[in-house]
């Protein structure tokens, strides 16, 4: 089942020591949306929270990111203090504020069994207002993946073997649009042993991974003509297959998924 969200981002503030003094700034990425735990106050004496998960998009400093952020100070977060995760306490932290001046996003979201045979993300031309030249920008994926697998050991004596699954990502509309590659990505090494003649069903996962990609000129160059024309979209397709490796043993992947969140976020000026 494919699933697609495109618009405007919330931005939340993020939260993290990173090193620097409030009233900085710092070279950042933005984050693609996923999933955040928001402690939030129940009771003040005793003081006790509640925790409950949300959709956030936040950016993190990165040397050599396409956008500037500012370091603020105090920062006020809530966290358990047992494990219970009832008592809470507070805490003054530097944050992260995402720039929202000059500033556009789009999000894509997909969950869908691999081969994808193509995701497309569409950027309208009113993302932007009228008028403006695109300068920068670059793309977030968040991707997780699993893998179901029947392996069979036909040999007469114990197999052990590593499985792993090969996450091929590509884009396929127009590779040039971005400096670099999307990343391939895999699955955790499985280690399992057979006894002879039997066999057995494994899942193989890749947790989160993030890559960022920086918009190149065609991308650009693109965007520009449709803010322009006032008029069209530019679309960027997404393609996830897979390659399996399962050793000695005979069988293979049953079924595979690949999930990925996709934020695009550009700078522009009037």
């Known amino acids: 089942m494919e699933r697609l969200c495109v618009g405007?981002?919330?931005?939340?503030?993020?939260?993290?020591?990173?090193?620097?003094?409030?009233?900085?700034?710092c070279d950042c990425v933005f984050q693609p949306p996923r999933d955040c735990e928001l402690v939030t106050l129940q009771t003040v004496?005793?003081?006790?929270?509640?925790?409950?998960?949300?959709?956030?998009?936040?950016?993190?400093?990165?040397?050599?990111?396409s956008f500037t952020c500012n370091v603020v100070g105090n920062t006020q977060r809530l966290f358990f203090?047992?494990?219970?995760?009832?008592?809470?306490?507070?805490?003054?932290?530097?944050?992260?504020?995402?720039?929202?001046?000059?500033?556009a996003t789009v999000s894509c979201f997909n969950d869908q069994q691999m081969p994808w045979g193509g995701f497309n993300c569409v950027i309208d031309f009113d993302v932007f207002p009228s008028g403006v030249t695109v300068?920068?920008?670059?793309?977030?994926?968040?991707?997780?993946?699993?893998?179901?697998?029947?392996?069979?050991?036909?040999?007469?004596?114990?197999?052990?073997?590593?499985?792993?699954?090969?996450?091929?990502?590509?884009?396929t509309t127009d590779p040039t649009y971005f400096t670099t590659l999307w990343p391939n990505e895999s699955t955790a090494p499985l280690t399992t042993t057979l006894p002879a003649g039997s066999q057995t069903t494994v899942t193989a996962s890749q947790t989160a991974e993030d890559a960022v990609l920086i918009a190149d000129t065609p991308l650009?160059?693109?965007?520009?003509?449709?803010?322009?024309?006032q008029a069209g979209s530019v679309t960027v397709t997404f393609d996830v297959s897979f390659e399996?490796?399962?050793?000695?043993f005979e069988g293979g992947v049953d079924e595979a998924f690949s999930t990925a969140s996709f934020l695009f976020a550009f700078a522009y000026t009037p």
């Open 135 to 171: 300068t920068a920008g670059e793309l977030g994926i968040l991707q997780s993946s699993n893998a179901t697998l029947t392996l069979i050991n036909e040999q007469t004596q114990e197999v052990t073997g590593t499985v792993t699954v090969s996450l091929i990502n590509e884009i």
């Open 81 to 103: 203090t047992d494990e219970t995760q009832t008592v809470c306490a507070t805490e003054f932290v530097q944050g992260v504020a995402c720039p929202s001046d000059g500033i």
């Open 244 to 248: 399996q490796t399962i050793g000695s």
């Open 45 to 65: 004496d005793p003081q006790t929270c509640v925790s409950q998960t949300s959709q956030c998009t936040n950016c993190i400093c990165s040397q050599g990111g």
């Open 220 to 229: 650009l160059t693109a965007l520009n003509a449709i803010i322009a024309a």
């Open 8 to 25: 405007v981002v919330v931005v939340a503030l993020a939260a993290a020591f990173v090193g620097l003094a409030s009233g900085q700034t």
